[in-house]
């Protein structure tokens, strides 16, 4: 979408230690391994967590530990005094909607955070509008508070190519992407910048910016997932809800699965986050409908095949519209997608 969907967010700051800052090593002296100053860096468990949380995402697991060795051997340089200039960390994520860009970006701050290679491990999220103004002088002062928040930890920015409209003339979109380089290049050690959105938009982008290119140290591709993954995910999310499949609701759910993610408009993950809202819907209507039972744990806890069966997409339905709409025929219950 070339608006912006939201105010800039600003994830939680989590005031943490810098681990890698306790690693104190006599001046030129060599440390132990490698392996002792991992242990050492709370970098272990930030990874497991992140393989606890994210599904999948094989291929940018590795690349975010890649980056991470890279600055755990720089830290270690630069202690023994062995090395100038901080690597710089700008990054782009390309993926299709619902790939886990936004979550990982989330996850990369604390993580650099953690390396002590930003001040703090907030993300602040923003898209064209929050950057480029309507009218003359309205850019330059917009980018440039959002740069202020951002500063000091990483700036994400959504459907970047959006900044740049080659096909409207007048569009200021150029003088932000133009303050937006300088920051990238001067303050690369205390702002990250990572950019995300469609992978062919982003090449186009790239090779209508190469400024923006050349600053872009790191390129990550985000895989749509596969069905197992998507059932995975799905179960994943409904757990930390305290909500289970039981049986033949999984294997409804596994149905759905393969059918929807066929289907157009697929986001993914977050398609499957949209699914699993309408079936917990659907649930508390079939408790009301039961509503003289006595209620058990189970039953508040448990999505049954019912659930999932009831969505219009065993039924030839495609859900071709923007999620989260309502049905604009009023079939079912209001507000629901069926
Ligand atoms: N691998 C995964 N495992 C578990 N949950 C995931 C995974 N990937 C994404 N999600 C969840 O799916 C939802 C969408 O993910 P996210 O917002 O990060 O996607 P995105 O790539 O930024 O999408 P968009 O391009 O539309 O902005 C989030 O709620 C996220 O927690
Ligand atoms: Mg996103």
């Keep these: 979408m070339a608006f912006s969907m939201h105010a800039p967010v600003q994830a939680r700051p989590e005031e943490r230690r810098q681990a890698l800052d306790d690693i104190d090593l006599p001046e030129g002296e060599l440390p132990g391994s490698l392996a002792e100053i991992y242990e050492k860096s709370g970098i272990p468990e930030v990874f497991a967590r992140l393989d606890r949380d994210l599904i999948g995402l094989a291929p940018v697991k590795g690349r975010v530990r ?33 790939t886990g860009k936004t979550t990982v970006a989330m996850r990369m701050a604390q993580i650099l955070h953690q390396l002590g290679y930003i001040r703090t491990d907030r993300l602040v999220a923003v898209t064209r509008d929050d950057m480029v103004g309507q009218y003359i002088g309205h850019t330059a002062p917009k980018t440039k508070e959002i740069l202020k928040r951002a500063m000091g930890g990483v700036l994400f920015i959504d459907e970047a190519y959006y900044l740049f409209r080659p096909e409207n003339e007048r569009d200021y979109g150029a003088e932000a992407i133009e303050i937006l380089l300088q920051i990238m290049e001067n303050q690369r050690d205390d702002l990250v910048v990572v950019v995300a959105g469609y ?14 290119r050349s ?24 757990a930390r809800q305290n909500y289970r499949f039981d049986a033949k609701a999984r294997a409804a759910f596994a149905d759905y699965v393969k059918i929807r993610m066929n289907q157009p408009h697929f986001a993914n993950a977050r398609s499957i986050r949209n699914a699993l809202d309408r079936a917990r819907m659907r649930q508390a209507i079939r408790l009301f409908q039961e509503k003289d039972k006595p209620l058990t744990k189970e039953s508040l806890t448990t999505i049954q095949e019912g659930e999932i069966r009831q969505s219009r997409v065993f039924r030839g339905g495609i859900e071709g519209w923007p999620e989260g709409v309502p049905d604009a025929q009023g079939a079912g219950q209001p507000g629901m997608e069926k």
Aim: charged letters at 20%; aromatic letters at 8%; glycine letters at 8%.
């Design 66 to 98: 890649e980056i991470a060795s890279l600055l755990i051997v720089d830290k270690v340089r630069r202690q023994l005094g062995l090395t100038a200039e901080p690597p710089t960390l700008h990054m782009s994520f390309t993926g299709n909607p619902g």
């Design 199 to 212: 992978a062919d938009k982003m090449a186009k982008f790239f090779t209508a910016n190469p400024g923006f």
């Design 215 to 238: 600053r872009v140290a790191h390129h990550i591709d985000f895989p749509d997932y596969g069905a197992a993954e998507l059932l995975e995910i799905g179960e994943l999310m409904l």
